[in-house]
């Protein structure tokens, strides 16, 4: 029996984790509260801890959990850049998700898009009224326009067929670009200043972090709508609220935000929101704010709980390798995972 210990557990999140658990003689034991150093405490006397995106898996709590025996940190997700992983490198194993759903994000995506630009969140609220009136619902018909696509792996390339099949241009970045994809790459530079939409589909890291900042606002169309379903750091929220002011942007459909880590995933209603910026910006007529549930459909909560608890018995096995882990051998986490046939250490 192998025990795991799963921080910031919800509702929908249980059922398939103590399903496919018992399956597989993994027994988790479920904790509200998020991991970092206050309470990396109640990871003792487990062999895995099961974190998701707002989880802190610092140097520190890293550490801790080595202390405490703890041998794995299971990501329930695909995004890493909570998890220092060059500090648990030869200490503890990290493993992720790499796909649950890309449909899931790209859908929604579309989703956000769609409601945007139509005005549909508008229309909702109005007919409930008993409000008729269609001044102010304006939008624009996809056909035609051009959406850049920033990151074009497994949910871009998915956001960018559905875009084809509306009739959309589409025009892509991607620091790595798809050989033989027949998508149409473009400098970063360039997709800022053709884009009528612009979707974000890449990792946060150090290069990315802000790469929707006030100068990259300066440099695109008036009128642009930006989604983001990726992670709220590769948006500067700031300059976005501004660009908004400034009636540079059009509208901007934000799935995630950069400072969502205690606000997101939970009832805050009849409290005072205490980020005023993210207050500011929901307050706006043309933003629409999800709070990172792009992943959530019932396929991908299947997919996520399936692959961790193989991912967690496939690390406890003596030989061979540790299912989709993040290897820090090289310093290059992303080459590591396609080449090595081996457990990082
Ligand atoms: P992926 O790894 O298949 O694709 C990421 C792409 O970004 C790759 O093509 C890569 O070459 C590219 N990339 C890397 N560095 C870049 C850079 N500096 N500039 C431009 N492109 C760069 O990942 P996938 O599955 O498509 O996920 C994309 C992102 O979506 C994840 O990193 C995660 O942050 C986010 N996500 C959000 C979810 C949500 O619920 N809102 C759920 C799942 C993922």
């Known amino acids: 029996m192998i025990k795991a210990v799963l921080y910031d557990a919800k509702e929908y999140d249980m059922p398939s984790f103590e399903h496919y658990g018992k399956m597989h003689d993994v027994q988790f034991r479920f904790l509200e509260t998020k991991l970092n150093e206050d309470t990396v405490d109640l990871a003792k006397g487990y062999d895995a801890v099961c974190v998701f995106v707002n989880d802190t898996v610092n140097a520190a709590v890293i550490e801790k959990l080595y202390e405490y025996g703890v041998r794995l940190i299971a990501l329930r997700c695909a995004g890493y850049n909570n998890v220092d992983v060059q500090t648990a490198f030869g200490k503890v194993h990290v493993v992720h998700v790499p796909a649950y759903s890309p449909y899931a994000v790209a859908e929604h995506a579309i989703a956000l898009l769609l409601a945007s630009v139509r005005r549909i969140h508008k229309a909702y609220n109005r007919t409930r009224d008993f409000?008729?009136?269609l001044s102010g619902l304006t939008g624009f018909d996809f056909h035609g326009k051009t959406v850049g696509v920033i990151g074009t792996g497994k949910i871009g390339r998915i956001f960018i067929d559905i875009c084809r099949g509306?009739?959309?241009k589409v025009i892509a970045y991607d620091r790595f670009p798809a050989k033989d994809s027949g998508i149409d790459y473009v400098s970063l530079d360039e997709l800022f200043e053709r884009s009528d939409?612009?979707?974000l589909h890449c990792p946060l890291t150090?290069?990315?972090r802000h790469m929707i900042g006030s100068e990259a606002i300066g440099q695109m169309k008036k009128g642009v709508v930006i989604v983001n379903t990726s992670r709220g750091g590769l948006v500067d929220a700031e300059a976005l609220l501004e660009g908004i002011k400034m009636r540079k942007i059009g509208a901007a459909c934000l799935d995630v935000y950069e400072e969502e880590a205690d606000i997101f995933f939970e009832d805050r209603s009849g409290h005072i929101?205490?980020?005023?910026?993210l207050a500011r910006l929901i307050s706006m007529p043309n933003v629409i704010v999800t709070s990172h549930q792009a992943f959530l459909t019932e396929e991908a909560l299947n997919n996520i709980a399936e692959t961790t608890v193989n991912n967690i018995l496939s690390c406890f096995e003596n030989d061979g390798i540790c299912d989709n882990e993040l290897c820090y051998r090289c310093g290059n986490i992303e080459r590591c995972k396609k080449e090595r046939k081996e457990k990082c250490f």
Do not use: A, P, R
């Open 206 to 208: 150090d290069e990315t």
């Open 131 to 133: 409000n008729f009136s």
């Open 273 to 277: 929101l205490n980020d005023e910026l």
């Open 166 to 168: 509306f009739g959309m």
């Open 197 to 199: 939409i612009i979707s």
